[in-house]
């Protein structure tokens, strides 16, 4: 099994006192599986995906990649974790504006300590990055930046993609292709994914999907 | 994983250059007037310590005449005959170079700079002819003399044998001091029964003259120091900025699997880098700011102290070295804030929107309490505060809590002048002003700083330049001043000018150590001169009567503060108590004075015979006078000088004096320009956004670079009208208690509306200047980099 999550619970201190987020997750995911995250605001989507990519730690329960307790692991366990093992794809890109494309592509993969160039050569030439390899991030378009970002994510062949909403700053013919790539390329890798998503349609294109509602699976 | 981040790390500078240029200018600049102002005290330190070598006042007990005039050779001898192991010592001036003769076959070892390896061997030294060490600069002086060049050589100074020295210098069996060797023979004759009439003279631990000029290079020290706040304020700003933009890459780095230590680690090493390349710049352009003010300061010793410093650099280690520690120890102060902040940044909140903003009220409460604690610091020191140290950190308090609540303040006027604003477009001005002030308050303090510094110390000078104008006026009361080379040439004067002068006054005054205080006795002659002219302090009834009359004297404000003595106590001289019946003030002397009755002087010290004069006379008659006198009696031209050529030379000397300061004082107001350049640079690329609204609501852009300039000028003059009251007490506290301390004299303060209101224009004008190129960048924005703002696909 890639992922196992069992009984996560996870509390945040707010103005008007505490508020359970997650009130017991239990999912699992194997390798090569698609898993889409829905559900509305505040369900606790994105805190979910957070706690499986080592951002941040559940209150109770555990959470176990490749049979490995992430919940046990410390600040440095955690950081490897997201260098080698997970890829995030965050929403807003969080692209570094002062590296060239290319370095933008590389740099996870160097952070991991696995850089490969002709990996780094075939996933720009597929994701149509080739001519832009040397302009900087603010030169790209939004749909752009966006493949840089999954090309990025996927350069250290992570063993679980977490991917936020993806495609939520892209218009709509923009969003498909750029998720018909990141299926095509996560697909060839082998590696597991799981999906953020509001959108029904792209829920639709998932191996299965999991609706969370107030902190729980629907 | 260390390459990539280090790569992505400094490709953040890569991409803004002008910050980088920021952090590296703003470094170097405040190393190097920090480097630069310790160049010329080190420089000037080690020609104290080259010049107590070569005396060995630091290191050997020394003989003296007990009237400190010149020993008979014969007592040299006498002395060694019974068993003294002592060496002698003349000395003297030729022009403008210092003669010291010794005898190296008996001074110690390490004395002088006469060292046989230097090129010389001690059979040239002794031969008749001379042979002279000394420095470069010295030995361009001694054309046509053997001079052995050493750089250890004191500067001005020649060192050669006694028997050449005395010859040189008039000074034939005549001896100025005997050193007195260490581990003397037990047993020996004591010194009352060979020599009564010398003494001995301990050893100083540290040179006169480096105590002496101790206050002067405290006060460049302390100059240096606030030029180096002030760079320091633009590292901080900097810094800060930088770290502001990058805090959404460094979330990303760490969300990618960068370890959060890793990375603070190689941020300071990123910082630790540039830091060393702005501090190699600043000690570069330090050396070049030192050797620019080194003959200024050189100036300034010798017409104040009379002490000769090197006026060639030197590249000392211990210099640049600390040159380079300030750079790194600066950069960490600058950075520190930063780096905690980025330790305690969570990884998963959200990125602030606005750079610099945040976390400001939370800031402002802090300023403010600091301020209030520095201030009130500074309000108990100014009662208490009676030493140099004091009176320091008293500045320091001002100053720092000052600038720390300069932006509470403004704030406070900002939003009053918001809520009083009616149109549309003031309103906007003024909000916007109260929103820019966090980015800018670094840089306005710095303004401050520059400002208060320059109202405060041209207010100390031009105070100081009035009192010794009119102290100048009191004391060169006599038309005409003649200076005699010896005995017969001051009897022929005196019998020439007797009947053609209203009164002849002698000016003769002997050495002495006066309650541990270096100190000179005048005898001076009953004239209204005196009474009429010399302001006294504090004096007893008929202080001037018994002064006369040989019964009490007169001391002068140093003497007074250094010993604590005042009227009614008793100093003693050659044995003699008398008492103290008046302190006069004596501005520009470093060091005690004490003036008693010409009749009693004559008894006190009857080997001083005087060897000038001031002479009384129609100021008129002066010219045919001194032609007359040079036929009469042979005595040169050149060795009268007139009433007003000697005002005149004293003025020129002290207005020297201050070239320094005046000189740092303009650097300190260009660094604060600059750091409002820079801000308002560095501000510009985040202003788009937050303007791009008002552009697109109707706003032209030309109206908003004009308005852009605008609140530059306007924050410039707010904060000079800050900086006014500030710059006055700096000023108070430099009269009334670093100048008591360092010098030993209070100065009046006077005030100088004109200059304030000079210098307050030229600080608006820095502004203007400083504002002119981001506004115009600004109102040439393209319209598509506004446009941008609103995309979303930015």
Same mark, same amino acid.
Request: net charge neutral.
């Given at each position: 099994?890639?992922?196992?999550?069992?009984?996560?619970?996870?509390?945040?201190?707010?103005?008007?006192?505490?508020?359970?987020?997650?009130?017991?997750?239990?999912?699992?995911?194997?390798?090569?599986?698609?898993?889409?995250?829905?559900?509305?605001?505040?369900?606790?989507?994105?805190?979910?995906?957070?706690?499986?990519?080592?951002?941040?730690?559940?209150?109770?329960?555990?959470?176990?990649?490749?049979?490995?307790?992430?919940?046990?692991?410390?600040?440095?366990?955690?950081?490897?974790?997201?260098?080698?093992?997970?890829?995030?794809?965050?929403?807003?890109?969080?692209?570094?504006?002062?590296?060239?494309?290319?370095?933008?592509?590389?740099?996870?993969?160097?952070? $991991? =300590?696995?850089?490969?160039?002709?990996?780094?050569?075939? &996933? %720009?030439? /597929? @994701?149509?990055?080739?001519?832009? *390899?040397?302009?900087?991030?603010?030169?790209?378009?939004?749909?752009?930046?966006?493949?840089?970002?999954?090309?990025?994510?996927?350069?250290?062949?992570?063993?679980?993609?977490?991917?936020?909403?993806?495609?939520?700053?892209?218009?709509?013919?923009?969003?498909?292709?750029?998720?018909?790539?990141?299926?095509?390329?996560?697909?060839?890798?082998? $590696? =597991?994914?799981?999906?953020?998503?509001?959108?029904?349609? &792209? %829920?639709? /294109? @998932?191996?299965?999907?999991?609706? *969370?509602?107030?902190?729980?699976?629907? | 994983?260390?390459?990539?981040?280090?790569?992505?790390?400094?490709?953040?500078?890569?991409?803004?250059?002008?910050?980088?240029?920021?952090?590296?200018?703003?470094?170097?600049?405040?190393?190097?007037?920090?480097?630069?102002?310790?160049?010329?005290?080190?420089?000037?330190?080690?020609?104290?310590?080259?010049?107590?070598?070569?005396?060995?006042?630091?290191?050997?007990?020394?003989?003296?005449?007990?009237?400190?005039?010149?020993?008979?050779?014969?007592?040299?001898?006498?002395?060694?005959?019974?068993?003294?192991?002592?060496?002698?010592?003349?000395?003297?001036?030729?022009?403008?170079?210092?003669?010291?003769?010794?005898?190296?076959?008996?001074?110690?070892?390490?004395?002088?700079?006469?060292?046989?390896?230097?090129?010389?061997?001690?059979?040239?030294?002794?031969?008749?002819?001379?042979?002279?060490?000394?420095?470069?600069?010295?030995?361009?002086?001694?054309?046509?003399?053997?001079?052995?060049?050493?750089?250890?050589?004191?500067?001005?100074?020649?060192?050669?044998?006694?028997?050449?020295?005395?010859?040189?210098?008039?000074?034939?069996?005549?001896?100025?001091?005997?050193?007195?060797?260490?581990?003397?023979?037990?047993?020996?004759?004591?010194?009352?029964?060979?020599?009564?009439?010398?003494?001995?003279?301990?050893?100083?631990?540290?040179?006169?003259?480096?105590?002496?000029?101790?206050?002067?290079?405290?006060?460049?020290?302390?100059?240096?120091?606030?030029?180096?706040?002030?760079?320091?304020?633009?590292?901080?700003?900097?810094?800060?900025?930088?770290?502001?933009?990058?805090?959404?890459?460094?979330?990303?780095?760490?969300?990618?699997?960068?370890?959060?230590?890793?990375?603070?680690?190689?941020?300071?090493?990123?910082?630790?880098?540039?830091?060393?390349?702005?501090?190699?710049?600043?000690?570069?352009?330090?050396?070049?700011?030192?050797?620019?003010?080194?003959?200024?300061?050189?100036?300034?010793?010798?017409?104040?102290?009379?002490?000769?410093?090197?006026?060639?650099?030197?590249?000392?280690?211990?210099?640049?070295?600390?040159?380079?520690?300030?750079?790194?120890?600066?950069?960490?102060?600058?950075?520190?804030?930063?780096?905690?902040?980025?330790?305690?940044?969570?990884?998963?909140?959200?990125?602030?929107?606005?750079?610099?903003?945040?976390?400001?009220?939370?800031?402002?409460?802090?300023?403010?309490?600091?301020?209030?604690?520095?201030?009130?610091?500074?309000?108990?020191?100014?009662?208490?505060?009676?030493?140099?140290?004091?009176?320091?950190?008293?500045?320091?308090?001002?100053?720092?809590?000052?600038?720390?609540?300069?932006?509470?303040?403004?704030?406070?006027?900002?939003?009053?002048?918001?809520?009083?604003?009616?149109?549309?477009?003031?309103?906007?001005?003024?909000?916007?002003?109260?929103?820019?002030?966090?980015?800018?308050?670094?840089?306005?303090?710095?303004?401050?700083?520059?400002?208060?510094?320059?109202?405060?110390?041209?207010?100390?000078?031009?105070?100081?330049?009035?009192?010794?104008?009119?102290?100048?006026?009191?004391?060169?009361?006599?038309?005409?001043?003649?200076?005699?080379?010896?005995?017969?040439?001051?009897?022929?004067?005196?019998?020439?000018?007797?009947?053609?002068?209203?009164?002849?006054l002698p000016i003769q005054s002997a050495k002495a150590l006066i309650a541990g205080q270096p100190s000179e006795v005048f005898g001076s002659r009953d004239h209204t001169t005196y009474r009429d002219n010399w302001v006294l302090l504090q004096q007893a009834p008929q202080a001037w009567d018994t002064t006369f009359a040989g019964q009490t004297v007169l001391i002068n404000e140093q003497l007074s503060r250094r010993a604590g003595l005042g009227v009614g106590d008793e100093v003693v001289l050659q044995e003699t108590p008398f008492a103290i019946a008046g302190v006069f003030g004596d501005y520009g002397n470093p060091i005690g004075q004490v003036v008693l009755g010409a009749e009693v002087f004559a008894t006190l010290y009857p080997a001083v015979t005087p060897q000038r004069f001031g002479l009384r006379m129609d100021p008129a008659a002066v010219?045919?006078?001194?032609?007359?006198?040079?036929?009469?009696?042979?005595?040169?031209?050149?060795?009268?000088?007139?009433?007003?050529?000697?005002?005149?030379?004293?003025?020129?000397?002290?207005?020297?004096?201050?070239?320094?300061?005046?000189?740092?004082?303009?650097?300190?107001?260009?660094?604060?320009?600059?750091?409002?350049?820079?801000?308002?640079?560095?501000?510009?690329?985040?202003?788009?956004?937050?303007?791009?609204?008002?552009?697109?609501?109707?706003?032209?852009?030309?109206?908003?670079?004009?308005?852009?300039?605008?609140?530059?000028?306007?924050?410039?003059?707010?904060?000079?009208?800050?900086?006014?009251?500030?710059?006055?007490?700096?000023?108070?506290?430099?009269?009334?208690?670093?100048?008591?301390?360092?010098?030993?004299?209070?100065?009046?303060?006077?005030?100088?509306?004109?200059?304030?209101?000079?210098?307050?224009?030229?600080?608006?004008?820095?502004?203007?200047?400083?504002?002119?190129?981001?506004?115009?960048?600004?109102?040439?924005?393209?319209?598509?980099?506004?446009?941008?703002?609103?995309?979303?696909?930015?």
């Amino acid at each position: 099994m890639l992922l196992t999550v069992q009984d996560i619970h996870k509390t945040y201190q707010t103005a008007d006192g505490p508020f359970a987020v997650l009130r017991g997750i239990d999912l699992k995911l194997q390798a090569g599986e698609t898993l889409a995250l829905t559900g509305e605001s505040g369900s606790g989507k994105s805190t979910l995906l957070h706690l499986i990519g080592g951002l941040d730690t559940p209150d109770q329960g555990q959470i176990a990649l490749l049979d490995q307790d992430i919940a046990a692991l410390d600040d440095n366990g955690r950081a490897a974790l997201r260098r080698g093992t997970v890829g995030v794809v965050f929403q807003q890109f969080n692209l570094i504006p002062s590296l060239r494309v290319a370095d933008n592509i590389a740099f996870q993969a160097r952070l $991991a =300590g696995q850089h490969d160039p002709a990996w780094d050569a075939i &996933l %720009a030439d /597929r @994701m149509g990055l080739t001519p832009q *390899l040397n302009k900087y991030p603010e030169q790209l378009s939004g749909g752009q930046q966006q493949r840089v970002a999954i090309a990025r994510t996927l350069a250290p062949r992570p063993r679980l993609v977490l991917a936020d909403e993806p495609t939520g700053n892209l218009d709509e013919a923009t969003a498909a292709t750029v998720l018909d790539l990141m299926l095509e390329l996560v697909a060839e890798t082998g $590696a =597991g994914l799981l999906m953020v998503t509001h959108s029904g349609n &792209l %829920a639709g /294109r @998932m191996s299965r999907s999991l609706h *969370l509602r107030a902190g729980q699976v629907a | 994983m260390t390459g990539a981040a280090l790569q992505a790390l400094l490709s953040h500078w890569w991409r803004n250059p002008l910050q980088l240029f920021t952090l590296l200018a703003g470094l170097a600049l405040a190393t190097a007037l920090w480097s630069g102002v310790q160049a010329v005290n080190a420089e000037a330190r080690a020609s104290y310590d080259a010049a107590a070598a070569t005396l060995g006042e630091a290191q050997y007990d020394r003989l003296v005449r007990r009237d400190g005039q010149p020993m008979a050779q014969g007592t040299y001898v006498q002395l060694r005959r019974a068993g003294w192991l002592v060496s002698p010592v003349v000395q003297g001036r030729l022009e403008e170079v210092r003669i010291v003769g010794i005898e190296p076959l008996t001074a110690p070892g390490g004395l002088a700079p006469v060292a046989p390896d230097e090129g010389a061997g001690i059979a040239a030294f002794l031969s008749g002819e001379g042979q002279f060490f000394a420095n470069a600069e010295t030995a361009a002086q001694l054309a046509g003399l053997n001079v052995i060049i050493t750089p250890q050589a004191a500067p001005g100074t020649a060192v050669t044998d006694i028997g050449v020295a005395q010859r040189m210098l008039g000074k034939p069996g005549q001896i100025d001091s005997l050193i007195v060797l260490p581990d003397q023979p037990k047993g020996r004759a004591d010194l009352t029964e060979i020599a009564p009439e010398l003494s001995v003279q301990a050893a100083q631990e540290g040179s006169d003259i480096a105590r002496l000029t101790d206050s002067l290079h405290l006060n460049l020290s302390a100059f240096g120091l606030l030029s180096f706040a002030v760079g320091i304020f633009i590292v901080h700003g900097a810094i800060g900025l930088a770290f502001e933009q990058r805090r959404p890459v460094v979330r990303t780095m760490r969300a990618l699997g960068m370890p959060l230590r890793r990375l603070i680690f190689l941020m300071g090493i990123e910082l630790m880098i540039f830091a060393l390349i702005a501090g190699v710049i600043g000690v570069a352009l330090g050396y070049v700011i030192a050797a620019l003010l080194l003959p200024d300061v050189a100036a300034t010793l010798h017409g104040l102290y009379g002490t000769n410093v090197s006026g060639t650099l030197q590249l000392r280690p211990v210099w640049w070295l600390s040159g380079l520690a300030i750079a790194l120890g600066g950069t960490l102060i600058a950075a520190s804030g930063a780096l905690y902040q980025m330790t305690n940044m969570p990884l998963l909140a959200a990125a602030h929107p606005r750079a610099l903003a945040m976390a400001a009220g939370r800031r402002a409460v802090i300023l403010g309490v600091a301020a209030f604690v520095l201030l009130t610091i500074a309000a108990m020191m100014m009662v208490i505060a009676n030493s140099l140290v004091g009176g320091f950190i008293m500045l320091a308090a001002l100053l720092i809590g000052a600038a720390l609540g300069l932006p509470l303040v403004l704030d406070r006027i900002l939003l009053v002048a918001s809520k009083t604003a009616r149109s549309v477009t003031a309103q906007w001005f003024w909000a916007d002003t109260r929103q820019q002030l966090p980015g800018l308050s670094l840089a306005l303090m710095a303004l401050l700083l520059a400002m208060s510094a320059n109202v405060g110390v041209s207010t100390m000078v031009s105070s100081f330049r009035l009192t010794f104008t009119g102290f100048l006026d009191q004391r060169l009361a006599s038309e005409l001043y003649v200076r005699t080379e010896n005995e017969a040439q001051a009897a022929a004067l005196e019998a020439f000018a007797e009947p053609r002068t209203e009164i002849i006054l002698p000016i003769q005054s002997a050495k002495a150590l006066i309650a541990g205080q270096p100190s000179e006795v005048f005898g001076s002659r009953d004239h209204t001169t005196y009474r009429d002219n010399w302001v006294l302090l504090q004096q007893a009834p008929q202080a001037w009567d018994t002064t006369f009359a040989g019964q009490t004297v007169l001391i002068n404000e140093q003497l007074s503060r250094r010993a604590g003595l005042g009227v009614g106590d008793e100093v003693v001289l050659q044995e003699t108590p008398f008492a103290i019946a008046g302190v006069f003030g004596d501005y520009g002397n470093p060091i005690g004075q004490v003036v008693l009755g010409a009749e009693v002087f004559a008894t006190l010290y009857p080997a001083v015979t005087p060897q000038r004069f001031g002479l009384r006379m129609d100021p008129a008659a002066v010219p045919d006078f001194v032609a007359a006198l040079e036929d009469a009696t042979g005595i040169p031209a050149s060795q009268a000088v007139n009433q007003a050529e000697i005002k005149a030379i004293s003025l020129a000397v002290f207005d020297r004096t201050f070239t320094v300061t005046s000189a740092l004082n303009v650097l300190t107001l260009a660094v604060a320009g600059f750091a409002i350049l820079m801000s308002l640079l560095t501000l510009a690329s985040m202003r788009v956004p937050q303007l791009a609204p008002a552009w697109a609501m109707g706003m032209t852009r030309r109206q908003i670079g004009r308005l852009e300039l605008l609140r530059a000028v306007m924050l410039a003059l707010l904060t000079a009208v800050v900086a006014l009251p500030l710059g006055l007490a700096l000023a108070w506290a430099l009269l009334a208690v670093v100048n008591v301390a360092a010098f030993g004299w209070k100065l009046p303060m006077y005030l100088f509306p004109l200059d304030y209101a000079r210098m307050g224009l030229l600080a608006l004008l820095a502004a203007a200047l400083a504002a002119l190129w981001p506004a115009r960048r600004l109102a040439r924005t393209p319209p598509a980099d506004l446009l941008k703002v609103f995309s979303n696909e930015r």
